[in-house]
Antibody, heavy 121, light 107 residues
Framework: QVQLVESGGGVVQYGRSLRLSCGAS????????MHWVRQAPGKGLEWVAV????????NYADSVKGRFTISRDNSKNTLYLQMNSLRLEDTAVYYC???????????????WGQGTLVSVS | DIQMTQSPSSLSASVGDRVTITCRAS??????LAWFQQKPGKAPKSLIY???SLQSGVPSKFSGSGSGTHFTLTISSLQPEDFATYYC?????????FGGGTKVEIK
């Protein structure tokens, strides 16, 4: 079955960097676009970034543009989120999520990972 | 950016009740609307895409409708496992945006 497992979260100081990973299994990872979505403590869901199946096309929320980079390694079935210049407001649970096809627009998320918590102090 | 407004923000209902949640978009999004369910401490679960299509494995007590700017999620007969927070999301345009959520609580 489809599995998405995030890792790399933790406590990090303001202004520092952190890289999140999302390991995928149970499906052909290279055939699916992927998202990162986050949720601050007690708050709603906020979309962060998307990447096409081949890693060429990317899009970011304004709140993270220029600081976060989404990438993927299809040979390792892994999605990444490099987070630089972290701010207090980046504190959240970060979820990776799958789109059901190649394209990164016009499709809705079908599967979510369990999330990894990032705390910026 | 497209703003998504959900109402109510919370509701109390009894087991067996029919529940309807509304989601409005600030501009037309055709049927590019999804619904997600989230239980405390858990990841969201995808329920509905394209406004009215059920994701695989989602029971038929959940239904969605709407197009353009006005959408609804209906739970036909509320069961204990349905008490959760529900979010709508538009995927018509980037940035993707979510509604603020509707918390469904036990009366």
């Amino acid at each position: 079955q489809v599995q998405l497992v995030e890792s790399g979260g933790g406590v990090v100081q303001y202004g520092r960097s952190l890289r999140l990973s999302c390991g995928a299994s149970g499906f052909t990872f290279s055939s699916h676009a992927m998202h990162w979505v986050r949720q601050a403590p007690g708050k709603g869901l906020e979309w962060v970034a998307v990447i096409s199946n081949d890693g060429i096309n990317k899009n970011y929320a304004d709140s993270v543009k220029g600081r976060f980079t989404i990438s993927r390694d299809n040979s390792k079935n892994t999605l990444y989120l490099q987070m630089n210049s972290l701010r207090l407001e980046d504190t959240a649970v970060y979820y990776c999520a799958r789109l059901p096809g190649l394209i990164w627009f016009g499709l809705s998320i079908d599967y979510w990972g369990q999330g990894t918590l990032v705390s910026v102090s | 950016d497209i703003q998504m407004t959900q109402s109510p923000s919370s509701l109390s209902a009894s087991v067996g009740d029919r529940v309807t949640i509304t989601c409005r978009a600030s501009q037309g999004i055709s049927n590019y609307l999804a619904w997600f369910q989230q239980k405390p401490g858990k990841a969201p679960k995808s329920l509905i895409y394209a406004a009215s299509s059920l994701q695989s494995g989602v029971p038929s007590k959940f239904s969605g409708s709407g197009s353009g700017t006005h959408f609804t999620l209906t739970i036909s007969s509320l069961q204990p496992e349905d008490f959760a927070t529900y979010y709508c999301q538009q995927y018509n345009a980037y940035p993707l945006t979510f509604g603020g959520g509707t918390k469904v609580e036990i009366k």
